[in-house]
């Protein structure tokens, strides 16, 4: 069968970094179009002009020529989330399958609207939360999945954390401009990927309470910081959800999972990003390989403790995973092989949503 012809709408990091390398490394997609409202006169400056980057494809400045070309199969949403709702429904309505970057949208409400639109128009929508596919992840997973920390996962806790100690300057990017509104701040842009995790592992928590900051001196309104506890039904975990700007660290923090029988520990941040921003391929030889191998610590039948090991964890797939996975999803027609599918964004939301509201309440809020 053809590859599927990809159409891009929006050409910054997003684009480059985390979409174009693995289609362009995958038989089952091809770049056909990039959507780039304002490509720079001088592309060798910026580095961000999609036709210097891309010339042999075809290119627009406008959406609606995109949108009436029968030859695209899929459109990948880039842009800032607050322009998501409307391009999503624009794209769907218009008889394309849709792939859409995180966040997804502001509110689990316009999420569950989105799921139905791609019901009702017979098409596939998906959401870009890549880091299910990190190299650290796919270990935490197996861990879980294997039981290998014992039959109950006890506490699971989670940090996104950096040096950030100067705030951006406001419209430096859009992430620097766009409040939590809009879905704008760290609960979104780092918080979702932590939260799709523990949600992908345990689903939906029972309760949550959450508490957003500002670490930095002299920052403004807008929180820097998370801390979000989600409490499970008995027998389930106690997951914490950690973000700071204030970590002078190295490596940072990742995971501590403590399970009935063990626990890991893991610093370091998954090294897909970092390689492809520095240059690198996706074809490279281990693209992808963990460099921050995690701790173990396990116990023994009689109680006592083995020392802690190294434990190098699984083999990277990359994300490229997440885009071949929808691209067999569209071809086979099987709803159920959308890898990440928006009725489950919906529910990552709906945990944002009760972080804020007990952040502002400072009450612990029933799911």
């Known amino acids: 069968?053809?590859?599927?012809?990809?159409?891009?709408?929006?050409?910054?990091?997003?684009?480059?970094?985390?979409?174009i390398p693995f289609i362009e490394a995958s038989p089952l997609l091809t770049l056909h179009t990039i959507v780039q409202r304002n490509p720079p006169a001088n592309p060798e400056a910026t580095?961000?002009?999609?036709?210097?980057?891309?010339?042999?494809?075809?290119?627009?400045?406008?959406?609606?020529?995109?949108?009436?070309?029968?030859s695209i199969d899929l459109i990948i949403i880039?842009?800032?989330?607050?322009?998501?709702?409307?391009?999503?429904?624009?794209?769907?309505r218009a008889g394309k399958h849709v792939l859409v970057e995180k966040p997804f949208v502001p509110t689990s409400a316009e999420a569950r609207t989105l799921a139905q639109t791609a019901r009702d128009s017979g098409k596939f929508l998906c959401v870009f939360q890549n880091r299910r596919w990190d190299v650290d992840f796919l270990t935490v997973r197996d861990l879980v999945e294997k039981k290998?920390?014992?039959?109950?996962?006890?506490?699971?806790?989670?940090?996104?954390?950096?040096?950030?100690p100067v705030a951006p300057a406001k419209g430096s990017s859009w992430k620097a401009g766009l409040g939590a509104e809009q879905g704008g701040g760290p609960l979104y842009d780092l918080g979702t990927h932590l939260i799709d995790q523990v949600y992908f592992l345990f689903g939906l928590p029972e309760r949550v309470f959450g508490k957003l900051t500002t670490q930095r001196e002299g920052g403004d309104d807008e929180p820097d910081t998370v801390?979000?506890?989600?409490?499970?039904?008995?027998?389930?975990?106690?997951?914490?959800?950690?973000?700071?700007?204030?970590?002078?660290?190295?490596?940072?923090?990742?995971?501590?999972?403590?399970?009935?029988?063990?626990?890991?520990?893991?610093?370091?941040?998954?090294?897909?990003?970092?390689?492809?921003?520095?240059?690198?391929?996706?074809?490279?030889?281990?693209?992808?390989?963990?460099?921050?191998?995690?701790?173990?610590?396990?116990?023994?039948?009689?109680?006592?403790?083995?020392?802690?090991?190294?434990?190098?964890?699984?083999?990277p797939t990359g994300y490229g995973a997440l885009l071949e996975g929808f691209a067999e999803a569209i071809t086979s027609g099987d709803a159920s092989k959308v890898p990440v599918k928006a009725d489950e964004a919906a529910d990552v939301l709906r945990i944002v949503e009760a972080i804020q509201e007990s952040s502002r309440t400072g009450a612990e809020v029933k799911l």
């Open 78 to 92: 880039t842009t800032p989330p607050d322009t998501h709702f409307a391009l999503t429904t624009e794209a769907l």
């Open 227 to 315: 801390t979000a506890i989600l409490t499970y039904p008995r027998g389930g975990p106690s997951v914490h959800v950690r973000i700071s700007v204030m970590s002078a660290q190295t490596p940072q923090p990742r995971f501590r999972i403590r399970g009935s029988k063990g626990t890991f520990v893991k610093s370091g941040l998954d090294p897909q990003e970092p390689h492809l921003r520095s240059g690198g391929s996706v074809t490279d030889e281990g693209f992808g390989k963990d460099l921050y191998p995690g701790t173990i610590y396990l116990a023994n039948e009689d109680g006592s403790l083995e020392p802690g090991r190294t434990w190098a964890g699984v083999e």
């Open 47 to 70: 580095g961000l002009s999609a036709p210097a980057d891309h010339p042999s494809i075809t290119h627009h400045r406008t959406i609606p020529p995109l949108l009436s070309d029968p």
């Open 1 to 19: 069968m053809a590859p599927l012809n990809v159409g891009i709408i929006g050409y910054g990091l997003s684009a480059k970094v985390f979409h």
């Open 148 to 164: 290998t920390l014992g039959d109950r996962i006890v506490e699971f806790e989670t940090h996104f954390d950096r040096y950030r």
